[in-house]
């Protein structure tokens, strides 16, 4: 069973920062995409980072480019999103989530139908 467990969530103040924690158990393949997705009240999921597990490729939504880092300590198990410059509109909860690789064309942006396992969220809220 797999199981996926973010931290790191609160109350930030805008141009705070913050940093995401997400904790992943149980039997994932070491060969995985991790990422991290976030949904506003009243709005659809949006994919945020994400990172290729073994080789650490990255990729990131163009809107939050230069403001997140995502990272991840094999060793811990864990991934991790460094959030700076915070504003009103990242205020969100945030979700981390993973997929098996299984070609060796794949995606690490989408829209997150094809993310496999998900965590419960944590919230982030910014305030003006």
């Known amino acids: 069973q797999v199981q996926l467990v973010e931290s790191g969530g609160g109350l930030v103040q805008t141009g705070g920062s913050l940093t995401l924690s997400c904790a992943v158990s149980g039997r994932l393949l070491s060969s995985k995409i991790m990422a991290w997705f976030r949904q506003a009240p009243g709005m659809e999921r949006e994919f945020v980072a994400g990172?290729?597990?073994?080789?650490?490729?990255?990729d990131y939504a163009d809107s939050l480019k230069g403001r997140v880092t995502i990272s991840r300590d094999n060793a811990k198990n864990t991934m991790y999103l460094q959030m700076n410059n915070l504003k009103p509109d990242d205020t969100a909860v945030y979700y981390c989530a993973s997929k098996p690789i299984r070609s060796v064309f794949y995606t690490i942006k989408t829209g997150g139908d094809d993310y496999e396992y998900w965590g419960q969220g944590t919230r982030v809220t910014v305030s003006s």
């Open positions: 990172i290729a597990w073994t080789r650490g490729s990255t």
